[in-house]
Every structure is written in structure tokens, then in C-alpha cells.
């Protein structure tokens, strides 16, 4: 029960890795508000049949509005906001000479200007109340990849944008890093041709697909008081991509 008490956000959590990060953070005794487009009932269901506790909220990144008022609704129920884990995301890939204006805006509004959205009034509160720990979920493609311009530029961003809150907050014990996971078995990578598949799983030296859960022990490590030294780094999760 390393998070006992603490009050944390994620973004993104009705399916996939934001899931997983809200049932982890939840077992490890945080109270979890998880929001999405749509609320989170069934994570939710998840966490309280695991004996956690938390509640849904309706979120959209893009909205900054949307964003104010999900921090507003921590502060008001629980009276401060302890973690907030930046992780809604969607990919729109083309190549870059295919790459439509409406695929480039959608993904930057989601990917880079959501992480903003939620990051402004989270970091102001904990600015306040001088404690908080902040993870963004980037990805191992922020360094490039093919067909994905858009998704690693926004990702790329995410680190830039990780760096300067952790300068700007360290001095209120503020930490801020971000994580880039690998291949990670979700909705999101499910789709891929089964040629992809085994070329992916080729490329990684532990021979198999991340899953939700690896992303999420990472997380629960990083908004722990365990990682109250660590700020502004980028932790790949991806059993050894990029070596
Ligand atoms: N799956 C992977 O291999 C992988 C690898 C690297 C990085 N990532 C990143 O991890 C994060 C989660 O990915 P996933 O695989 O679980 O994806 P997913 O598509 O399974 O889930 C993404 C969730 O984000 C929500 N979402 C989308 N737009 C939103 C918005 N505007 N406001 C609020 N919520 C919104 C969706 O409704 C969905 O529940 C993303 O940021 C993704 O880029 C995933």
C-alpha cells in the first residue's frame, strides 16, 4: 500500500494502459478519480471488486475546460490532487506525405495540448499544497518512427514538456518524468497485422509484447515516495527496445 491516502488522476482509463494505472494505483491504496470520453464504470467495477476505491469522471483532455474541472472535482471531493498520470492518447498514422492537417491536429490536440490541458491547474494545486507527483505517458516512438509523424512529434513534446515542470516544480517537492513504453498489448496495438506483430516482437530482446501491467508497476513506482529523488526523466518500458 505504498499510495495509502493519496489522491491521484488518470486520464484515459476506461481501457487499455490507463486502466491498468487506476487499478494499480487503486491496490496500492490511492483514491482514483479514472476518466475518459465516457466515464469509467467498468474500471471502476475493477477497482472496487479489488477492495479499492474510486470514481468515474467524464473527461476530455482537449477540453481545457473539461480538464479544470476534473482537478476542481479532486480538490473538492478529497481536498488536494497527489498524482495525476497524463495517459489518454490515440494514434492517426499515415505517412508523412499522405498525413492529412485534420490527422496532424487531432493527435497534437490529444497527445500534447491534452498532457497541457490536465498538467496546468494539476501542477498549480500541487504548487500549493507542496507536494505531487506528476508521470506522462510518452512512447518509445518519440524518437521516430515510420508512418507515425504526428504521434512522435506530440510524444517528443510530452518529454520537453515533462522536463520543464520537473525544473519549474522541484522546488514545491513536485516530481515530474515521463514513461515511454514499447509494444504494450492493447486495444491500441491489437489492430496490427499479424506480420507486424512477429516483426515487432523480433525487435525486442525479452522476446514478448509489453503488457498494461508492466506500464503500470512502473507507474506506481514513479508516484511513490520511493521515487521522491527522481524527477524529469524518461523511463522506456518496453523489455529492452531500444538497447
Ligand atoms: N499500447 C502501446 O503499445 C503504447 C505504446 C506507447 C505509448 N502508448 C501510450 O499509452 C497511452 C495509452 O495507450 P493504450 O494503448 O492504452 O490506448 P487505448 O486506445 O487502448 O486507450 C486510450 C484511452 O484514451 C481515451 N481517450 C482518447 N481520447 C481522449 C480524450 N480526448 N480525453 C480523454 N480520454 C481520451 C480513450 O477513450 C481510451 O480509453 C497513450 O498515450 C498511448 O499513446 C501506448
Known amino acids: 500500500m505504498r499510495l495509502q491516502g493519496r489522491i491521484a488522476l488518470v486520464t484515459g482509463a476506461a481501457r ?15 483514491i482514483v478519480l479514472a476518466g475518459d ?20 469522471i467524464q473527461l476530455d483532455v482537449t477540453d481545457a475546460a473539461s480538464a479544470r474541472a476534473a482537478v476542481a472535482e479532486a480538490v473538492r471531493n478529497f481536498g488536494r490532487l497527489d498524482i495525476l498520470v497524463n495517459n489518454a492518447g490515440i494514434n ?11 490527422q496532424w491536429d487531432a493527435v497534437i490536440a490529444v497527445n500534447l495540448t491534452g498532457v497541457f490541458n490536465c498538467l496546468q491547474p494539476a501542477a498549480t494545486q500541487m504548487r500549493v499544497q507542496q507536494y505531487g507527483r506528476i508521470v506522462n505517458i510518452s512512447s518509445a516512438a518519440w524518437e521516430g518512427n515510420i508512418g507515425q509523424a504526428n504521434y512522435a512529434a506530440a510524444k517528443a513534446g510530452v518529454i520537453g514538456l515533462t522536463k520543464t515542470t520537473a525544473r519549474e516544480l522541484a522546488k514545491f517537492a513536485v516530481t515530474c518524468n515521463a514513461i515511454a513504453p514499447g509494444f504494450i498489448e492493447t486495444d491500441m496495438t491489437r489492430g496490427v497485422p499479424p ?9 525486442i530482446p ?3 509484447a509489453g503488457q498494461p501491467s508492466d506500464v503500470a508497476n512502473a507507474v506506481a513506482f514513479l508516484t511513490s515516495d520511493e521515487a521522491s529523488y527522481i524527477t524529469g526523466e524518461l523511463l522506456a518500458v518496453g523489455g529492452g527496445f531500444r538497447i
Do not use: F, S
Not at 487499455?16 to 490511492?30: C, P, T, V
Not at 492517426?92 to 485534420?102: C, T
Open 92 to 102: 492517426r498514422d499515415a505517412m508523412l506525405h499522405k498525413l492529412e492537417p485534420q
Open 206 to 208: 525479452l522476446g514478448r
Open 37 to 56: 470520453l465516457q466515464g469509467c464504470p467498468e474500471t471502476l467495477e475493477l477497482i472496487g471488486k479489488d477492495g479499492g476505491q474510486g470514481v468515474t
Open 195 to 203: 506480420k507486424v506483430w512477429d516483426v515487432m516482437i523480433a525487435k
Open 16 to 30: 487499455g494502459l490507463g486502466r491498468a494505472i487506476a487499478l494499480k494505483l487503486a491496490h496500492e491504496g490511492a
